[in-house]
């Protein structure tokens, strides 16, 4: 079965770190875009972080700017987001997914844009 599977997530106060894994499962990741995608409480999935083909091209949402890294390690089949200064509203499901079109601007992605889509992992940001 292709899909990714993620980790790392889980509950973290305000101003915490927390770095979330996506393994890729039934296939390479090699020269493949990925995005991280997030699902708050009662909103729609949305694209917060996308890496080109050949990571030379990396991409934030203006809310997570400056906060979260997004990279990939090809020998371990890997993409990672390295999120810090975490806030309450970066809450919700996060997916990793395969992007099957690039869209010259990240807000444009869509869920319906990607797919190999694993579980999610949860992030809650609370005191």
């Known amino acids: 079965q292709l899909q990714f599977v993620e980790s790392g997530g889980g509950l973290v106060q305000p101003g915490g770190s927390l770095r979330l894994s996506c393994a890729a499962s039934?296939?390479?990741?090699?020269?493949?875009?990925i995005a991280w995608f997030r699902q708050a409480p009662g909103k729609e999935r949305e694209a917060v972080s996308r890496?080109?083909?050949?990571?030379?091209?990396?991409d934030y949402i203006d809310s997570v700017k400056d906060r979260f890294t997004i990279s990939r390690d090809n020998a371990k089949n890997t993409v990672y987001l390295q999120m810090q200064v975490l806030k309450p509203e970066d809450t919700g499901i996060y997916y990793c997914?395969?992007?099957?079109?690039?869209?010259?601007?990240?807000?444009?992605?869509?869920?319906?844009?990607?797919?190999?889509w694993g579980q999610g992992t949860q992030v809650t940001v609370s005191s």
């Open positions: 890496i080109s083909s050949h990571s030379r091209v990396t």
């Open positions: 039934g296939f390479t990741l090699a020269n493949t875009p």
């Open positions: 997914a395969r992007l099957l079109t690039w869209p010259l601007e990240l807000r444009r992605v869509t869920p319906t844009q990607a797919d190999y």
